[in-house]
């Protein structure tokens, strides 16, 4: 009688492990991408205040995004983390939705000149004197809110009638500018950009990343 052989063992893969803030709108665009890519990760949620020592000794610079890779590959940046995980599925074709210089020049915008008028609009009282927010709103209106009105005046998205990396890359800041004074940025005059907000924060994809997680805590990951 033959006997059975024995079936090989699978052992589990290990996932990559992306520490991030619910809030943290660098966070909320790595994990929009990962999500938009079906990239399975351990999500480790923090707190700002208490920083993981796992968290510090795979990237030292403190802040989140961060993703750990299982070969040990660190993604220290957010545009990285969203450019990696959309290399490995990009289901409906973010990257290539527009050329991507064209796309990067958005993000560039946003995540310097424009970034740095929405935390002084945000945090007035950081500066010494404070920051008028009537004046840093008005700044960031000019900067980059108008620019992007003209561009989705034409069309659907920021580059053309597809969503693409600078529509995702771009989503969560503005989100967090329109919520600083919501009665302010409803009243500008920014139907499109309205209309756009709008419609990218109420799809499936983004109420997903936004599910609330408790903070991972080492010791339980040591028990």
């Not at 990237?59 to 995980?85: F, H, N, Y």
Request: hydrophobic share 50%; charged share 20%; with cysteine.
């Amino acid at each position: 009688m033959t006997q059975p052989q024995p079936q090989p063992q699978t052992l589990p893969v290990p996932l990559p492990v992306l520490y991030t803030f619910r809030r943290c709108p660098y966070a909320i665009r790595a994990r929009l991408a990962l999500h938009q890519a079906g990239v399975p990760v351990q999500a480790r949620e923090i707190e700002l205040r208490a920083k993981p020592a796992a968290m510090l000794q795979a990237s030292p610079k403190g802040t989140v995004p961060v993703l750990v890779l299982p070969g040990g590959q660190v993604l220290e940046q957010s545009l990285d983390i969203m450019r990696w995980a959309l290399g490995q599925a990009d289901p409906d074709v973010w990257l290539s939705a527009a050329p991507i210089e064209q796309q990067l020049a958005w993000v560039e915008r946003n995540d310097g000149p424009f970034k740095r008028l929405l935390d002084r609009y945000k945090y007035p009282q950081r500066q010494d004197p404070p920051d008028q927010p009537a004046a840093m709103f008005e700044a960031a209106l000019a900067l980059q809110l108008r620019p992007m009105e003209q561009a989705l005046q034409a069309q659907a998205f920021l580059c053309g009638p597809r969503c693409g990396l600078a529509d995702m890359a771009l989503l969560p800041f503005v989100r967090q500018f329109a919520a600083v004074d919501p009665l302010a940025f409803a009243a500008a005059p920014l139907p499109a950009v309205h209309a756009w907000l709008l419609r990218l924060l109420a799809t499936p994809l983004f109420e997903a990343v936004m599910a609330k997680q408790p903070v991972w805590r080492e010791a339980e990951e040591l028990s």
